[in-house]
DNA sequence: CCAAAAGTGTTAGGAGTACACCCATGG
DNA sequence: CCATGGGTGTACTCCTAACACTTTTGG
């Protein structure tokens, strides 16, 4: 087919003070100039599509080594006014203490906007973002890709912040704690992180087997 | 970029006899010529991806009206010789009584072949079913997608059935009825029936709500 | 009457949920 | 001394899993 272009886009989340943030572009070029964008590009000659999403996420972020995932390929033949535009949409989770967002980058400023009051999004993007944060909540109860929001070394409390913001209700600390016992996947440090009341203690995360990073890459 | 393509792969599942099976088609042309390939075709202009699965699906078997969903989208480089060409993943569940396979439709004779001895497979298409299964005994586990195997009128043990040769493990009777009981999601029928056994009492799927067809169409 | 699948309850263990108080620190 | 988050145990419910015998039919 003729006229056919491929797009991959990610939606980038982190979590900042208790709250779960996305990264957005500001279009600078029609249509939708002026509008917010999940970051995207074009995929290049010889390049995966799992490559396109690390450059763009490099390319805004500064980060690598992150989790980053195939979230859905969104099709539909008017979803983008110019033409017959297919986009492999990913979503990544960058820790908190990670991050720098580089300026300029694309010739549109990149800025973080809180989850549950995003501004009208260009495109078809207001759909990705709600199923990369319906598969992100889901993956966080039956897979441990909430340790990639966080820093090397965390506190309990910081650890449930995260899981509160995705969810976006509050959890039972007790309950929360035990199953985290449970899991065995936390290894406690013999540090503690002093915030002005009682200090926590710091843990690490430690994963049996390595599948906390990419889920699913052929 | 230029010389890119994409096409739409299905992987097309029934049940018969209690075995999984999925359909393949003999490659009459290179590359790969006369292995056996998952079922696709490149898109049109102004077509979406899941009409062209479903347009690909209807050619081979004669069906419509399935359980069909995206899988995953295939975009290493390398996957086809001929060039640059990027697959979007579906998966289909077609009942036994319903399909009829349609000869000769794109050149290609397409047969059932047992999904735990299946011949080598041309591209990259044994990740795509590898993952295609995989998905699909997920599926099993927290949603109804396995009445999309049956005929209208089926009874427990062919349900049964169909669980375990998707999972690949035999079940416990009483325990998969009860869960069937506490899920409310069977009507049973005055109708019985004879195998020359003591009579199966046959049901009929009665959701509650809507989910059972498509999954996540944006 | 025999082979084959249908049908049917109970018990034990594990996971999830609800719930309240004392502790250590910085200011 | 007080405000703030850290840290801890118990009881109930529900889901899961293990497990065996009787019934009905066709041949």
Redesign the interface.
């Known amino acids: 087919?003729?006229?056919?272009?491929?797009t991959v886009d990610i939606v980038i989340f982190t979590v900042t003070n208790g709250s779960i943030q996305v990264l957005l572009v500001k279009r600078g070029v029609p249509p939708f100039e002026g509008q917010y964008a999940i970051p995207g590009g074009?995929?290049?000659?010889?390049?995966?599509?799992e490559n396109v999403a690390l450059r763009e996420l490099y390319e805004e972020t500064g980060v690598r080594n992150v989790f980053l995932e195939?979230l859905?390929?969104?099709?539909?033949?008017k979803r983008d006014p110019r033409g017959?535009v297919?986009t492999?949409a990913y979503y990544a989770l960058i820790a908190s203490d990670k991050y720098s967002l580089v300026a300029g980058a694309d010739a549109a400023e990149a800025h973080w906007y809180a989850a549950n009051d995003l501004p009208p999004l260009a495109f078809?993007h207001r759909?990705?973002f709600d199923?990369a944060l319906e598969r992100l909540r889901n993956k966080l109860e039956y897979t441990t890709v909430g340790f990639q929001l966080l820093p090397e070394k965390f506190s309990l409390g910081e650890l449930q912040a995260v899981y509160e913001a995705i969810l976006g209700r509050r959890l039972d600390k007790r309950n929360f704690r035990r199953k985290l016992a449970l899991l065995g996947i936390l290894k406690p440090l013999r540090e503690w992180q002093r915030t002005g009341h009682k200090p926590a203690q710091l843990f690490r995360f430690a994963a049996r087997h390595g599948n906390q990073e990419v889920d699913?890459d052929?």
């Open positions: 087919m003729e006229n056919l272009r491929v074009f995929i290049r000659e010889d390049e995966s599509l195939q859905y390929t969104f099709g539909d033949p017959r297919i492999v078809d759909s990705i199923y699913f052929p």
